[in-house]
């Protein structure tokens, strides 16, 4: 039903319902009254056709006793006035004198209430006379006869009867077609009447009534009608419009603008229109003047290092090139083997947050672009979108193929990340085409080769600052971390412990085994020393089998503790290397800032005294620095530090003991 039908049945409802229940009220009440009318008149009528019989009684009472007396006097008897027939008879029966016609063979009895005389029965039709019978008696009381007068039951009283008391009166009769009384006989009263009158006509009501909620009927609907039009065509109007501009047509206007709330709806969906004039303006001139910048878009990512601002940059610049509402860019992180929403922009309205979003390679939409390869655009809903996936009105995905990082002793080239830059909603009634897949596509292969030169920058750093067969860092890192560590140690008044470990007659493993086998005993070494260290130590490869290994914040009896750890953990475990199993021990020196030197070179230099004090004492041993060097210990010639590459970049700030990745080489 529309919006107009309901107004028109709602106001029809309210004016007609009220019209309607009073012309039935009122209707009701005059029927009631006209019967309650009719009730009263019978009632006057029923006493005043008794009073009359009454009086026709008395008359006839007072003929009878006339009769009577002039009978007594042995004169004849005489007509009276009410009376039609006079008959006198003696004690024994015999009629004595008659004035009149005879007297009819069945009588009602005034004085009897009615009761027969001469074979009548009341209330039968056989009745045609009423009257009053006089005992004639002497002075002793002793019966001598009657005297009886009668009245006939005929029209003429019967139309008195009906003069008398307003209403139709009949003699025993049932059935009438008005309303009606019956009036049985009594005393005063010998006949069997029924009274009658005709019911009040209420036509001229009904019609009036009729007549009245007829015109209110036409009021009504003319009113609703009106009500309705005035209402609901500016509404559809408006909704006319909203479709048009739903479907891309921004210069529809409303044009009938009232002073009312529909008016200032109109007003502001016409101001709504211009400004989205002005804004789809301004998108498509920012989307052109975009395209024509690519080049210079590549020149700004390939100047950056930050993995952030790349991804930031590729995916804003995408955003306002296409006109997209919402986007967001998935890289595979190879910890999960998930794509993890790695930057988003905007939100599409019914899904969840772009920032949270996960997919397996292959899954939904965005899965399948990051597996394939292969670009798609369209329109939602589509069959291959997976329910964890932003569902929007458009879509556009691109693949982006990044490089993975390498990391140590792992092969250069390997395969590439699998990733996807997505937009969604594009701004208009047009969704994204070619042009936007063609434009995305450059986008992400700019996007591409920036991270892949950040990749590059970052292992160039990382590999100028660890050794490439344990995966710790290198004696220059040590260097920069111990000056570091020890600036941060004065500054704050703490210690700093060195531990300095030195394989065991390794060079016997070199030549035993071969190089090949005592590279896997230094990788495993490398293993174990990161299992028995803190987070916040930090653990270095010094060069051949040389280790050091920083404690901040560690006194004398915590490097002691570590080192005899370490000690007990090499020596416990033969390390297997191939088919061999080789039995390693360690020599390890411990000297502490600033118990064993001021600077850093003074602490590292006593750990290595402490370290070939150990060897001197038989190998396998941990001991720790003192303040006087033993007398006799010839400290022998280092051997040349392992070739690192190109100096290592200064790195700032507290060490957090985070070491570089490593790969376990198998055998």
Known sequence: MTLRARLTVTFLGVVLGPVLLAAVFVGITATELARDRADDRLAAAASAVRAELGARCDRLESAATAAALLAAEGRAPVVAAGATSIVVVDASGAVTAVAGPPAPAAWADCAAGGGGVGGGAPGVGGVTAFGVRVERRDQAGTLLGYAQATAPVDDALLQALAAAGGVSVRVGGAGSTGLNRHLEPGDGQPLDLLISTAPTSLNRLYALLGLVVAAAAVVALAAA??????????LADLAHAAERVAAGDLNTRVLHVGPDEIGRLGDTFNRMTQEMR???????????????????LGDTLSGTHDVARILHVTL?????????????????????????????????????????????????????????????????????????????????????????????????????????????????PDGFDETDVSTLTTFAAQAAI?????????????????????????????????????????????????????????KDVNDTYGHAVGDLVLVEIGRRIRAVTREVDVAFRRGGEEFVVLLPE??????????????????????????????????????????????????????????????????????????????????????????????????????????????????
Not at 225 to 234: C, G
Not at 281 to 295: E, I
């Open 278 to 296: 002005g804004y789809v303006r301004a998108l498509t001139a920012s989307r052109d003047q975009l395209r024509n910048h690519l080049a210079l």
């Open 225 to 234: 009608w009106w009500l309705a039009r005035s209402t609901t065509r500016p």
């Open 316 to 428: 804003h610049s995408a955003r306002s090139a296409t006109g997209a509402q919402a986007g967001v860019v998935l890289l595979l992180d190879p910890a999960t083997g998930m794509l993890v929403a790695q930057c988003a922009v905007g939100a599409v309205p019914g899904s969840p947050a772009l920032a949270g979003l996960r997919l397996a390679p292959g899954e939904g939409l965005l899965g399948m672009v990051a597996d394939n390869g292969v670009p798609a655009c369209g329109r939602f809903p589509d069959p291959r979108s997976s329910p964890a996936e932003p569902r929007g009105t458009t879509f556009v995905a691109v693949p982006v193929a990044v490089p993975e990082p390498v990391t140590p002793m792992e092969e250069a080239m390997t395969e590439p990340h699998r990733g996807v830059l997505a937009l969604y909603d594009r701004v208009g």
């Open 450 to 506: 920036a991270l892949d030169n950040v990749r590059l920058h970052e292992e160039a750093q990382r590999l100028s600052l660890t050794d490439p067969l344990t995966g710790l860092f290198n004696y220059r890192y040590l260097r920069e971390s111990l000056r570091r560590e020890l600036e941060r140690a004065a500054r704050f008044g703490r210690t700093l412990a060195v531990v300095a470990l030195d394989l065991d007659h390794f």
């Open 554 to 667: 560690t006194d004398t009896a915590g490097g002691s503790a570590l080192a005899r750890r370490l000690a007990t953990e090499v020596r416990g475990t033969p390390v297997r290397a191939r088919d061999h199993m080789i039995n390693v021990t360690v020599s390890i020196g411990v000297a502490v800032y600033p118990e064993h030197g001021a600077t850093g070179p003074a602490v590292l230099e006593a750990a290595d005294i402490a370290l070939y004090a150990a060897k001197a004492a038989g190998r396998d041993a941990c001991r720790t620095a003192d303040a006087r060097r033993p007398p006799g210990l010839a400290i022998p010639a280092r051997r040349p530090e392992v070739p690192v590459g190109d100096p290592a970049v200064p790195v700032t700030g507290v060490s957090r003991g985070v070491q570089p990745a490593q790969r376990v080489l198998g055998g």
